[in-house]
C-alpha cells in the first residue's frame, strides 16, 4: 500500500502547483494543466489520487476560481481527470503511459522549435550547446523567473 493515504495529492504535486507564476506570458490555466500532466507523466500522480477543489486551489493561487475551472475541464476533455459530485477531481486510471508519451512527444517539439529559432537567429551549435547544459544545471519549477545563475551567464 502508497504510504499516502488514497485520494490525496502528494506533497510536491501540491507544491508545483502553488508555483504557478501569475506573470508569467503563460495562461495560469495553462500552467496549471500543465503541471498536473507533467505531475502525472512524471508519476508524481497516479490513478485515484485526488486535486484540490476549484475553490481551494484559487485561494491558494489568489486566482479566479473560474480559472482553475477551466483547467479542470480542459483536464477533463483530454481524459487526464474525471470528477466525481460531491466527492471532488481526481486522476483518471490508465493514463499515465499515454501522458508520458504525449508529454514527450510535445517536449520534443518544443525543443525542436526552439532550437531552430536559435539557429536561424545566427546563434552556433556551441553557444546552443552552453545554453542548453546551463539551464539543465539549475533546479527550478516550469513558468519560475529565470533564475539569477543563468541571468549572471547572459551578461
Known amino acids: 500500500m502508497s504510504p499516502r493515504a488514497k485520494h490525496e495529492a502528494p506533497k510536491e504535486v501540491m507544491q508545483l502547483l502553488d508555483n504557478v507564476n501569475i506573470f508569467s506570458s503563460v495562461a495560469v490555466y495553462l500552467q496549471i494543466e500543465n503541471s498536473v500532466r507533467f505531475a502525472i507523466a512524471a508519476g508524481k500522480l497516479t ?14 493561487l ?10 479542470y475541464r ?9 470528477t466525481r459530485r460531491g466527492m471532488g477531481v481526481f486522476i483518471q486510471k490508465s493514463i499515465d503511459d499515454k501522458c508520458r508519451a504525449d508529454v514527450s512527444r510535445e ?31 539549475e533546479s527550478v519549477a ?10 549572471d551567464w547572459l551578461k
Do not use: H, W
Open 62 to 71: 489568489e486566482v479566479n476560481p473560474n480559472t482553475v475551472a477551466k483547467a
Open 107 to 137: 517536449m520534443m517539439g518544443r525543443v525542436f522549435e526552439v532550437i531552430c529559432e536559435a539557429k536561424a537567429s545566427g546563434l552556433k551549435d556551441k553557444d546552443i550547446q552552453a545554453i542548453v547544459k546551463k539551464c539543465l544545471g
Open 47 to 60: 490513478a485515484g489520487d485526488q486535486l484540490p477543489s476549484v475553490r481551494e486551489l484559487s485561494e491558494r
Open 142 to 151: 516550469p513558468y519560475s523567473p529565470l533564475p539569477k545563475g543563468v541571468q
Open 74 to 82: 480542459d483536464l477533463e476533455v483530454m481524459g487526464l481527470l474525471y
